[in-house]
């Protein structure tokens, strides 16, 4: 089993890794392709470092996330955290984990530079 954490704002796909009011995680079976269990959860405050440190407490292995800054791309992956970034669309985050089950979820692979709020990516 696999865990997997997609960042969430309004019950939807946030497309700001560090906007995130939530994380939904997901205990996925990668063999069978389905999500086993989800748990929606309530992160620390969003300060350097907290995001990365909290999401390897809760055992996640892979991280599915819009904009994300390279300090913590870097930071998640020294964690043993994969990290899929660049994803585009919204939509509930459920449908995004099925996506990268299924091998459809669209990801560039293209980090934020720019630190704190700003407009690489929408947020809501």
């Known amino acids: 089993m696999q865990k997997l954490a997609v960042p969430v704002v309004n019950g939807r796909f946030s497309q700001h890794f560090g906007g995130a009011d939530r994380f939904a995680i997901f205990e996925v079976d990668e063999k069978a392709r389905k999500i086993v269990s989800s748990v929606s959860a309530v992160p620390p405050p969003h300060e350097q470092g907290s ?6 407490e809760q055992g996640v292995n892979t991280i599915l996330a819009g904009g994300m800054g390279p300090r913590a791309v870097t930071m998640l992956e020294d964690f043993g955290i994969q990290v899929v970034i660049g994803v585009s669309g919204a939509g509930a985050p459920d449908d995004v984990v099925k996506r ?6 669209s ?11 700003h407009g690489c990516h929408d947020h809501e």
């Open 100 to 105: 990268f089950l299924e091998g459809s979820l």
């Open 51 to 56: 995001f990365p440190t909290w999401l390897k």
């Open 107 to 117: 990801a560039s692979g293209e980090s934020c530079h720019d630190q704190g709020f």
